[in-house]
């Protein structure tokens, strides 16, 4: 049997390949986490619109690291535990350290609270999410959650600076908005996922023009009022969902003989 001179480069070459996609997502988790930590530093630096748009940066990186493991087939264990813990930096710590720095700090100590109350909801929500992965529902997530209620504290603070306001002006707005956030994370509230989209699958035409408008012309042309209606409106529409299933079970129960 004859040996290949080059089997063992070529084996070497082959496990350095897969140590690099291995490397891969958690490459972009750590860009997420380094956003989160932008975030915050802008922030005590008083440049709070940079703090806002960080946030937003590290929600979709957020997005693009499972979706790499997934095509790359390179989902581990530890990928998803450093996953959490970069969610929790940059959707848990950051967004209460900048509404707190930005709005709250005038309020005290119900200013503290409220800052507190939304990153202990954070973490308790991505403990959950961990906890239940193999029981809930795929097609909806269980509470809201934590990057579209980081993008909620941070679409407010990005489009009231757009419109010139300052925290104080709307400090008693930015508190409820911080509650309503934190609370929502840890409720039962059922949310469309998304996760039973297959882009493999043809749409329709209008579909695809009206996402193409969605994206390149409606955020473009105002991306901070956009972003915090659009994020708004996700975060009600589990009190609707919620609210349509009760009327129809109510229904359903009252036409069973």
């Not at 969610?87 to 709250?104: C, I, K, N, T």
């Not at 809930?136 to 504290?153: E, H, N, S, W, Y």
Request: charged share 15%; aromatic share 14%; net charge positive.
């Amino acid at each position: 049997m004859m040996h290949d001179p080059h089997l063992p480069r070529l084996m070497l070459k082959s496990k350095l390949r897969r140590r690099g996609i291995y490397l891969l997502p958690n490459l972009f988790t750590t860009a997420a986490l380094f956003a989160g930590f932008y975030a915050i530093i802008q922030a005590m630096n008083g440049r709070f619109e940079h703090s806002a748009v960080s946030i937003f940066i590290a929600m979709m990186l957020d997005g693009l690291d499972g979706r790499v493991a997934r095509l790359t087939h390179t989902q581990s264990e530890f990928g998803a535990e450093y996953d959490s813990l970069a969610d929790m930096v940059s959707f848990g710590a950051a967004p209460a350290l900048v509404v707190y720095e930005w709005a709250l700090k005038d309020l005290g100590k119900l200013g503290w609270i409220a800052a507190f109350v939304y990153c202990a909801c954070a973490a308790l929500r991505l403990a959950r999410f961990n906890t239940n992965l193999g029981i809930v529902d795929k097609r909806f997530f269980q509470g809201l959650p934590t990057p579209a209620a980081a993008a909620l504290i941070a679409g407010l603070v990005w489009v009231m600076l757009d419109f010139d306001f300052t925290g104080r002006d709307i400090r008693w707005l930015a508190w409820g908005i911080t509650l309503f956030a934190g609370l929502t994370m840890v409720s039962n509230l059922p949310y469309y996922s998304g996760k039973d989209i297959n882009l493999r699958k043809s749409v329709p035409f209008i579909t695809i023009l009206l996402l193409a408008l969605f994206f390149f012309v409606l955020i473009p042309s105002h991306p901070p009022m956009v972003l915090f209606c659009l994020f708004l409106l996700y975060a009600l529409s589990g009190y609707a969902l919620w609210l349509w299933r009760r009327v129809k079970k109510r229904k359903a129960m009252e036409a069973t003989p």
